[in-house]
C-alpha cells in the first residue's frame, strides 16, 4: 500500500563519467513513483581555479577566466546532449512536471558540487550520488555534502552496468533502534512501502529501546509485511556483515542510519557506515 512519494530527485554531476551510472539508478525510482529528476551539472567559478595565497598578475588571470569559460562551455554542451539522449533511453520526458509522469530537467551551477548539493538538496526527497571512488579521490565530499548539509536521504549508488530495474523490489533495512535508523526509515518510506519484500536486518542485541519486533509492529500499521532477519554480530562493527546478509537474502537494496560516530571518525578509524560505503554492491539509502 503506497500512501507516499518522492517527487523530486536530485542528481549531481561534473563530468566525471559518473553521472550516467547515478542517472540510470535514479530513472527507476523516477518512474516508480511519477517523479522529476533534477541533472544539476557543476562547475568551478573563477575564484576557484586561483592559487590561493598568490598575487597573480591581470593579464594571467584573464587568460585563466577565457580559457576556463571555453571549457566549460564545451563540458556543457557536450554533458547537455548526453543527457537528453540518457533521457530518451530511460523514458524521462524533458517537459514540465506531470503529476504521475518520469520527468528530468538539466541545471547549470557555476561553484563546488557540495553547495549544489546543499543548495538543491534541501528541497529534494531524494538525493543520488556516486559511491565514492577512493582510488581517484572522488566522491566522498559530495555524499558527505549530501548526508550532513540536506536532511535528506541519500542514495549511494554503486556502479553496475547494466542497472538492474528491480533493485527497490526487495529491501533490507538496518534496525538497531538508533535516532539515525529512524530517521533513515521515515525518510526512505516511500521506498519500504513501494517494495514488493520487505526485510529487517537485526543482532538481536541493541541497547537502544526500539526492538525489532516493535518495528515491525510499526510498518504493519502502515500497511507494510515485514520479516525479522537476525544474525550473530562478529565484532561490533557490523556493515560488512549487513551487506553479506543483504546477498544472502536478495535484497536488492539496503536502507541504514549513517555515521552516528561523525563522518572524519569513520573514515579514518572505520565504522558501520564506512564499512558499507566502501564495500557496496547495491544501491544504499543512508540518512544521518
Known amino acids: 500500500m503506497t500512501t507516499t512519494g518522492f517527487h523530486t530527485i536530485i542528481v549531481p554531476v561534473r563530468g566525471d563519467g559518473k553521472g550516467d ?19 544539476v551539472h557543476c562547475h568551478p567559478r573563477p575564484d576557484d581555479l586561483m592559487p590561493y595565497g598568490v598575487v597573480i598578475p591581470r593579464f594571467m588571470r584573464q587568460q585563466i577566466e577565457e580559457a576556463m569559460e571555453r571549457n566549460v ?24 512536471p506531470v503529476s504521475g509522469t518520469a520527468t528530468a530537467e538539466f541545471i547549470e551551477y557555476e561553484g563546488k558540487q557540495v553547495d549544489a548539493v546543499r543548495h538543491f538538496g534541501r528541497l529534494s526527497d531524494l538525493i543520488c550520488v556516486p559511491q565514492p571512488d577512493k582510488e581517484r579521490n572522488l566522491g566522498a565530499n559530495t555524499l558527505k555534502s ?28 538496518g534496525w538497531n533502534g ?17 517494495a514488493k519484500d520487505v526485510t529487517i536486518l537485526t543482532t538481536g542485541d ?12 510499526y510498518l504493519e500499521i502502515r500497511g507494510v509485511s515485514a520479516t525479522i532477519h537476525s544474525f550473530e554480530a562478529r565484532g561490533t562493527v557490523v556493515g560488512a556483515q549487513l551487506l553479506e546478509q543483504c546477498d544472502t537474502l ?24 564506512q564499512a558499507v560505503v566502501e564495500a557496496a554492491k547495491i544501491p544504499v539509502i543512508l540518512v544521518h
Open 21 to 39: 551510472n547515478v542517472l540510470a539508478h535514479a530513472a527507476v525510482l523516477a518512474h516508480r513513483f511519477g517523479a522529476r529528476i533534477k541533472v
Open 73 to 96: 562551455d564545451v563540458t556543457k554542451d557536450q554533458l547537455l546532449a548526453e543527457f537528453r539522449e540518457l533521457a530518451r533511453q530511460f523514458g524521462l520526458a524533458e517537459t514540465q
Open 146 to 173: 549530501a548526508l550532513f548539509s540536506s536532511g535528506r536521504p541519500v542514495m549511494m549508488c554503486p556502479h553496475t552496468d547494466p542497472v538492474v530495474e528491480t533493485f527497490a523490489d526487495h529491501v533490507a533495512i
Open 178 to 194: 538508533s535516532l539515525e535508523a529512524s530517521r533513515a526509515v521515515a525518510l526512505a518510506m516511500p521506498v519500504i512501502e513501494a
Open 206 to 217: 541493541t541497547t537502544h529501546s526500539a526492538t525489532a519486533e516493535e518495528f515491525r509492529q
Open 250 to 273: 536478495g535484497a536488492g537494496t539496503l536502507i541504514m542510519g549513517a555515521y552516528h560516530e561523525s563522518f572524519e571518525r569513520e573514515t579514518v578509524f572505520g565504522g558501520n557506515s
